[in-house]
Nanobody, 120 residues
Framework: QLQLVESGGGLVQPGGSLKLSCAAS????????ISWFRQAPGKEREGVSC????????NYADSVKGRFTVSRHNAGNTVYLQMNSLKPEDTAIYYC?????????????WGQGTQVTVSS
């Protein structure tokens, strides 16, 4: 089965850190740019970050710039999102998605999401 699987979410206190993983199953992640999105209750889905196929290009939403870092381990068929200095407003379901380029808004695969809750 061809799919993306996110993991690493959980409950963390403000100021804490989490590292999310996005693993590919049934296909090679090397051929895809990977984007991270999030959706909080009652809000629209928001693009968080993207990493190019080779990992040389990354981009971030202004709301997470300087706090989140996206990386990839192509040999391990996995992309990561390191989230530091977490804030309550980072609470959301986080999704990863695969496309041919970060600039392309058509996604071939989506994950099922992982919940991140930032609360004291």
């Amino acid at each position: 089965q061809l799919q993306l699987v996110e993991s690493g979410g959980g409950l963390v206190q403000p100021g804490g850190s989490l590292k999310l993983s996005c693993a590919a199953s049934g296909f090679t992640l090397n051929y895809y740019a990977i984007s991270w999105f999030r959706q909080a209750p009652g809000k629209e889905r928001e693009g968080v970050s993207c990493i190019s196929r080779g990992g040389r290009t990354t981009n971030y939403a202004d709301s997470v710039k300087g706090r989140f870092t996206v990386s990839r381990h192509n040999a391990g068929n996995t992309v990561y999102l390191q989230m530091n200095s977490l804030k309550p407003e980072d609470t959301a379901i986080y999704y990863c998605a695969a496309s041919s380029h970060c600039s392309k808004r058509e996604y071939d695969y989506w994950g099922q999401g992982t919940q991140v809750t930032v609360s004291s």
